[in-house]
């Protein structure tokens, strides 16, 4: 399984950026998906996830502003983030595992991994 992700940049607070990661893998859809971030010197924190059936989960600093989504006939899963705070500035990763039901909030439930898009906000 390999991971691609796209779509980090440098946006000013307030606007809007859509990252996407593109999967190559068979039945994508079998996938819960996540998207995690890691801003500088702090740890991996959970972002949003985006269950097989399509259930949605998110961290609370981004609840309202951010929004996942997956198009399984593409094997991609975007995260469309709006309203954007300098805080949310981190690397953007995303992953996928096939277990459970849902996705999980803990990094290290995750089988695969993307190489991480830089996500910048300035104020």
């Known amino acids: 399984v390999q991971l691609q992700a796209s779509g980090g940049g440098l946006v000013q607070a307030g606007g809007s950026l859509r990252v996407s990661c593109q999967a190559s893998v068979r039945a994508f859809n079998t996938y819960n998906m996540g998207w995690f971030r890691q801003a500088p010197g702090k740890e991996r924190e959970f972002v949003a996830g985006?269950?097989?059936?399509?259930?949605?989960y998110y961290t609370d600093s981004v609840k309202g502003r951010f929004t996942i989504s997956r198009d399984n006939a593409k094997n991609t899963v975007y995260l469309q983030m709006n309203s954007l705070k300098p805080e949310d500035t981190a690397i953007y990763y995303c992953?996928?595992?096939?277990?459970?039901?849902?996705?999980?909030?803990?990094?290290?439930?995750?089988?695969?991994w993307g190489q991480g898009t830089l996500v910048t906000v300035s104020s």
């Open positions: 992953a996928a595992d096939w277990r459970g039901t849902r996705p999980s909030d803990r990094w290290i439930q995750y089988a695969y």
């Open positions: 985006i269950a097989r059936n399509g259930g949605t």
